[in-house]
C-alpha cells in the first residue's frame, strides 16, 4: 500500500495532518524539516507528499523542487500547505512543481476531499478499510 509522507514542522500541525489522514484509514510517514522529507521520500517513494511550504532550513517550494528534479520522487504528487494564500503565491507554489494547495488553517473536509482527487492519479495509494 503506498503512504503519505507528511513535512511539517508545527507539532499541532503535523498531529491534526496524522490524526485526520490515519482516522481516513491512510498509512503516514512524517518528518519535520525539509532535509528530513527529501531523505523519507527516496527512501519509501509515498505515494503523496504533504508539504509544508515554511519550513526551517531549506523552504517547502526548495524541497519540492529537488523532489521534482530527482527521477526516483518526480511522480510523486505533492500537496503544498501554506499559511499564505496571497495573490500570486498559487504561481509559486506551481512553478515549484506543486500539484495542488490548500490554505492553512485547514478545513478537515477540503484537505481529505483534495488528498483523495490526487491519490485517484496515484494507484499505489489504497486506503485501507476502516472497520466500521
Same mark, same amino acid.
Given at each position: 500500500?503506498?503512504?503519505?509522507?507528511?513535512? !511539517?514542522?508545527? @507539532?499541532?500541525?503535523?498531529?491534526?495532518?496524522?490524526?485526520?489522514? !490515519?482516522?481516513?484509514?491512510?498509512?503516514?510517514?512524517? &518528518?519535520?524539516?525539509? !532535509?528530513?522529507?527529501?531523505?523519507? &521520500?527516496?527512501?519509501?517513494? @509515498?505515494?503523496?507528499?504533504?508539504?509544508?511550504?515554511?519550513?526551517?532550513?531549506?523552504?517547502?517550494?526548495?524541497?519540492?523542487?529537488?523532489? $521534482?528534479?530527482?527521477? &526516483?520522487?518526480? @511522480?510523486? $504528487?505533492?500537496?503544498?500547505?501554506? &499559511?499564505?494564500?496571497?495573490?500570486?503565491?498559487?504561481? $509559486?507554489?506551481?512553478?515549484?512543481?506543486?500539484?495542488?494547495?490548500?490554505? $492553512?488553517?485547514?478545513?478537515? !473536509?477540503?484537505?481529505?476531499?483534495?488528498?483523495?482527487?490526487?491519490?485517484?492519479?496515484?494507484?499505489?495509494?489504497?486506503?485501507?478499510?476502516?472497520?466500521?
Amino acid at each position: 500500500m503506498g503512504s503519505i509522507l507528511v513535512i !511539517e514542522d508545527n @507539532p499541532s500541525n503535523m498531529k491534526l495532518a496524522v490524526f485526520l489522514l !490515519e482516522k481516513e484509514g491512510y498509512d503516514v510517514l512524517q &518528518a519535520s524539516d525539509a !532535509e528530513e522529507g527529501i531523505r523519507i &521520500a527516496r527512501q519509501r517513494l @509515498p505515494a503523496l507528499i504533504l508539504m509544508d511550504v515554511q519550513l526551517p532550513g531549506m523552504d517547502g517550494l526548495a524541497a519540492t523542487r529537488l523532489l $521534482k528534479a530527482d527521477a &526516483a520522487t518526480q @511522480p510523486i $504528487k505533492i500537496l503544498a500547505l501554506t &499559511a499564505f494564500a496571497m495573490r500570486g503565491d498559487q504561481e $509559486k507554489i506551481r512553478a515549484a512543481g506543486c500539484d495542488a494547495y490548500i490554505a $492553512k488553517p485547514i478545513r478537515y !473536509e477540503e484537505f481529505l476531499k483534495v488528498v483523495a482527487d490526487l491519490l485517484v492519479e496515484q494507484p499505489g495509494a489504497v486506503r485501507a478499510q476502516s472497520p466500521q
